[in-house]
């Protein structure tokens, strides 16, 4: 007489109800911490309230501008030479060299100009220039980017900066040509989320970026046995 088999009980089968369940509890929890870190940026930003209304009263001390079209860099050579007095910071803009032939050729003055080429993300711009920014005492600080990089850049950097006593005024560039990155409303959630996250993480940590350098330290004689190339919009 044949043996009965038994049912073996299905392992995967049981579990899964149980994966689900520590699935959608993770879920939640990171859900309700997101919320509750958001909620105390806004509170710190709140706190901030005063310090800005002063600032926003108080002439530009400094200009940053966002990497993208050159166009940019092209626009702020003649802020440059309006106000030689302001220092200006170009986050991960166009290659260096190209920056300065472009202040060469509208002889717009070097000094007081840096780039900064640590950021990969607007992100990133406003994560690394915020600690530069802090050094030079800056409290008005004017952001040159592009219509179509609205509103997250801005709201960005009203988070970031905000949150550390920085009042921001945006000034727009219009650009030619189809943007290298696209503004979609899920990217915007997510960049405006964890600014909100930084907002608080910076009060108690400084990231440090090691490739800040002046205009005028910039080495043409490498750039040139090496070469390069800028964008011909510029017209170098």
């Known amino acids: 007489m044949a043996k009965q088999k038994k049912n ?56 940053l501008v966002l990497g993208g079209s ?20 170009i986050s991960q803009g166009s290659e260096a060299p190209c920056v300065w032939l472009l202040f060469e ?3 717009a003055p070097m000094q007081g100009v840096w780039l900064e080429q640590c950021a990969d993300s607007t992100f990133g711009n406003f994560k690394f220039a915020c600690p530069i920014l802090e050094r030079w005492d800056a409290r008005h600080v004017k952001v040159i980017t592009s219509p179509r990089h609205l509103p997250r850049a801005k709201w960005l950097a009203q988070i970031i900066l905000g949150a550390k006593g920085i009042w921001v005024e945006m000034e727009l560039v219009e650009e030619q040509g189809v943007p290298g990155n696209r503004e979609f409303w899920l990217k915007t959630l997510v960049d405006v989320t964890r ?22 330290a910039v080495d043409m004689e490498q750039w040139e046995r090496e070469g390069f190339q800028c964008e011909h919009q510029a017209g170098l």
């Open 70 to 89: 050159i166009k940019r860099e092209m626009y702020v050579t003649k802020l440059a030479k309006q106000h030689p007095e302001i220092p200006i910071l």
């Open 105 to 107: 050729r509208d002889n």
């Open 195 to 216: 600014s909100a996250l930084w907002a608080i993480a910076a009060q108690f940590y400084t990231p440090h970026c090691t490739q800040v350098q002046p205009l005028t």
């Open 8 to 63: 073996s009980p299905n392992l995967a089968g049981e579990s899964s109800p149980t994966r689900k369940k520590h699935r959608k509890t993770r879920k939640n929890v990171l859900i309700f911490v997101t919320l509750l870190l958001t909620f105390c940026a806004i509170a710190a930003l709140m706190q901030q309230r005063k310090t800005l209304q002063q600032a926003a009263a108080q002439p530009v001390d400094a200009i």
